[in-house]
């Protein structure tokens, strides 16, 4: 996803598109442009640098189809194709995820939507995520696109982790390049009493990874804090008690407000964010709420991270560099 600014700038002035930041560091609005459209190689090249400048970058009004989607998605890489989707999502577009797929998980293990997310997101920093993060190698990109969503309520958040690693004091920050975290799938969890199934399939669908806990962002050269609320399990090396405080502080860290930027979804509106330097939050204040929301996802495959020693993740259980 490299380019370099004068091609962007050159965009900017020849097609009419406008990169429009919206936070000081992370977020920018993208005018001008219709993805549906055959995208002229400035265009794209004016998005790629958006991303890899602002993370997150946002459109609106956007008539995008299965197909359309898909195909803006392809002039950025390769879109990942899930082995196991749910029910809601499109049979014929295997790149396409119906994050209302989410809304059966509950119910097919004994439990309403509020509960389950109740139990995945107990703690105030518990529901902040990468997407995949528990992979050998998460995707590079999410391409998120809203069909249907509810007069209020149902925003998601992101938060820059480059600049949360800036933000550290150079004794800290000296102190995290060399250390690595355990990534596992369900560590989040909060179990229920008695018998819990949900559990039961967590524990049988393991994926878990080790993964610099600064990486060295492939493109920018920058370094990224590369933690999460939901899938860290244990800084590597160090007694549990060490492992929940520095996460803790690191964690607090990477959401700090003035590193965050909160969108508000509309009909057509498409979010396109680098994964490898980014954590989100989707919503919860949407689940009591008697009103759809229906989103479409595209991830791009992704490299497999390498920190500040050049040293590369490396899988413990249930994954495999670009196996889905």
């Not at 919503?283 to 991270?305: K, T, Y």
Request: hydrophobic letters at 40%.
């Amino acid at each position: 996803m490299t380019t370099d600014r004068g091609t962007a700038e050159r965009a900017e002035h020849v097609t009419g598109a406008e990169v429009r930041p919206a936070a000081g560091h992370i977020g920018a609005e993208i005018t001008g442009v219709d993805l549906g459209g055959d995208l002229d190689d400035t265009v794209v090249a004016l998005i790629r640098e958006a991303v890899l400048r602002w993370k997150v970058v946002f459109f609106r009004d956007q008539r995008l189809d299965h197909a359309g989607h898909v195909a803006f998605a392809r002039r950025f890489g390769e879109p990942v194709v899930l082995r196991r989707r749910g029910g809601a999502s499109p049979a014929g577009f295997p790149e396409v995820e119906t994050t209302a797929d989410r809304l059966e998980l509950g119910g097919r293990f004994g439990m309403e939507q509020e509960e389950w997310l109740r139990r995945r997101r107990h703690t105030l920093l518990r529901g902040w995520h990468c997407d995949h993060g528990a992979r050998v190698d998460p995707p590079a990109a999410t391409i998120l696109r809203a069909e249907t969503v509810p007069p209020y309520g149902g925003d998601t958040t992101w938060a820059n982790l480059a600049a949360a690693y800036e933000g550290l004091s150079a004794p800290v920050r000296a102190f995290v390049d060399g250390l690595r975290a355990e990534h596992r799938l369900g560590v989040g969890y909060q179990a229920r009493s008695g018998d819990d199934s949900y559990l039961r399939h967590l524990l049988d669908h393991q994926v878990a990874s080790e993964h610099p806990l600064v990486r060295v962002h492939p493109e920018t050269g920058e370094r990224v804090l590369y933690v999460n609320g939901y899938y860290v399990e244990q800084i590597s090396g160090v007694s549990r008690p060490e492992s929940a405080a520095l996460l803790e502080m690191l964690l607090e860290q990477a959401v700090r407000p003035e590193y965050t930027v909160r969108f508000r979804w509309e009909p057509g509106s498409v979010a396109f964010w680098d994964n490898r330097a980014t954590i989100h939050l989707a919503p919860s204040d949407n689940a009591h709420l008697d009103f759809p929301r229906v989103m479409h996802r595209v991830m791009l495959h992704g490299e497999v991270p390498v920190g500040v020693d050049g040293r590369p993740s490396e899988p413990v259980t249930g994954t495999e560099a670009g196996r889905w």
